[in-house]
């Protein structure tokens, strides 16, 4: 079975500081991976993928992802925390099984950054 | 210039109505979704559609039937609303089916069934 986990329902971050997001996977097959930013009462924004190639993928709002295989992980990270990246995170996968671009997303995880 | 809109918002409504939430999308995608968000945030999909033909039909009770007029638009109607409906349901649009196209969600319509 297919499944996606953010191990952490909340991180909490002072500003400037790095921050991690983490997500683990279990998948059939290459697993393209997706991580999605939810603000209050808003809907999902795209902040990166990870389809082929290079390990390390750079998104939106400075932020970046490293794919790793052998752990089975796509944790998001930022080199310096903003305030206004306080929000819910959503990692996602997709297994070559998934019909029609189904994604399996993980339970999300609440960030907080604190001034 | 919205991506993808739904309306309404927000709809509360009694036990045993049925009611219909609406989406469009002008980003000249071919491929659409309905996500139901529950009350813990966790997200799961529940129907996909690629120019008007259905593609992702999940374990969703009947009483839900999503509708594609063309391929800008998915509406979703339900019918004899329960309290367990209650959610947060998302649209989405991605470029085709191909599973590496990111999607583009709407701002949700948050569904109160009472």
């Known amino acids: 079975a297919q499944s996606v986990a953010q191990p952490e329902d909340q991180v909490n971050v002072a500003e400037g500081n790095p921050l991690t997001v983490k997500c683990t996977y279990s998948?059939?097959?290459?697993?393209?991976l997706f991580w999605y930013v939810q603000y209050p009462n808003r809907g999902l924004q795209f902040l990166l993928k990870y389809i082929t190639g290079d390990n390390l993928v750079k998104g939106s709002y400075g932020f970046e992802a490293e794919f790793n295989k052998s752990q089975t992980s796509f944790h998001l990270k930022k080199p310096s925390a903003l305030v206004s990246d306080s929000a819910l995170y959503f990692c996602?996968?997709?297994?070559?099984?998934?019909?029609?671009?189904?994604?399996?997303f993980g339970q999300g995880t609440e960030l907080s950054v604190k001034p | 210039d919205t991506a993808v809109s739904q309306t309404p918002k927000y709809l509360v409504t009694q036990m045993g109505n049925d009611k219909s939430i609406k989406c469009e999308q002008n980003l000249g995608h071919d491929t659409m979704y309905w996500y139901k968000q529950d009350s813990k945030k966790f997200l799961k999909i529940m129907f996909s559609y690629n120019n008007k033909e259905l593609i992702i039909n999940e374990t969703v009770p009947n009483r839900f039937s999503p509708k594609s007029p063309d391929k800008a638009h998915l509406n979703l109607h339900i019918n004899s609303l329960e309290l367990g409906d209650s959610a947060v349901y998302f649209c989405?649009?991605?470029?085709?089916?191909?599973?590496?196209?990111?999607?583009?969600f709407g701002p949700g319509t948050r569904l109160t069934v009472t």
């Open positions: 998948v059939s097959g290459n697993p393209y």
């Open positions: 989405a649009s991605s470029q085709a089916t191909a599973r590496a196209y990111e999607q583009y």
């Open positions: 996602a996968v997709s297994s070559p099984y998934n019909q029609g671009g189904k994604l399996i």
